[in-house]
């Protein structure tokens, strides 16, 4: 499966942005997703995911609250609902594609076969 997100931007804080996550191939309905990001000098940190049936999602206390995946099966696209944004929010964020069974909530990057290129959230102060 090939990934591609979109929809980065700069945005105030306290703004509101939302990602999308575009998937190509067939069988999206099989995998788990999950969404990253990376600033600068940092590690690449886990924000959350969502099931394959769209029936539960999970996120860390770091932005638990602010941040809400969704996913349609139909059109094969996740998303990443960012509310309240802060300055810290600021990262390349990226989607990923899982076929693992088990280890939810899919916390670990390797427990990802699949990554998309990144898309960039600046948020002005």
Same mark, same amino acid.
């Given at each position: 499966v090939q990934l591609? @997100? =979109?929809?980065?931007g700069l945005v105030q804080a306290g703004g509101s942005l939302r990602l999308s996550c575009a998937a190509s191939g067939r069988a999206f =309905?099989?995998?788990a997703m999950g969404w990253f990001r990376q600033a600068p000098g940092k590690e690449r940190e886990f924000v959350? @995911?969502?099931r394959r049936s769209a029936g539960s999602s999970y996120y860390p206390d770091s932005v638990k609250g602010r941040f809400t995946i969704s996913r349609d099966n139909a059109t094969n696209t996740v998303y990443l609902q960012i509310n309240s944004l802060k300055p810290e929010d600021a990262a390349v964020y990226y989607c990923a594609a899982s076929t693992s069974s088990g280890g939810w909530p899919l916390s670990s990057r390797r427990r990802y076969n699949y990554w998309g290129q990144g898309t960039q959230v600046t948020v002005s102060s």
């Amino acid at each position: 499966v090939q990934l591609q @997100a =979109s929809g980065g931007g700069l945005v105030q804080a306290g703004g509101s942005l939302r990602l999308s996550c575009a998937a190509s191939g067939r069988a999206f =309905s099989m995998y788990a997703m999950g969404w990253f990001r990376q600033a600068p000098g940092k590690e690449r940190e886990f924000v959350g @995911a969502i099931r394959r049936s769209a029936g539960s999602s999970y996120y860390p206390d770091s932005v638990k609250g602010r941040f809400t995946i969704s996913r349609d099966n139909a059109t094969n696209t996740v998303y990443l609902q960012i509310n309240s944004l802060k300055p810290e929010d600021a990262a390349v964020y990226y989607c990923a594609a899982s076929t693992s069974s088990g280890g939810w909530p899919l916390s670990s990057r390797r427990r990802y076969n699949y990554w998309g290129q990144g898309t960039q959230v600046t948020v002005s102060s």
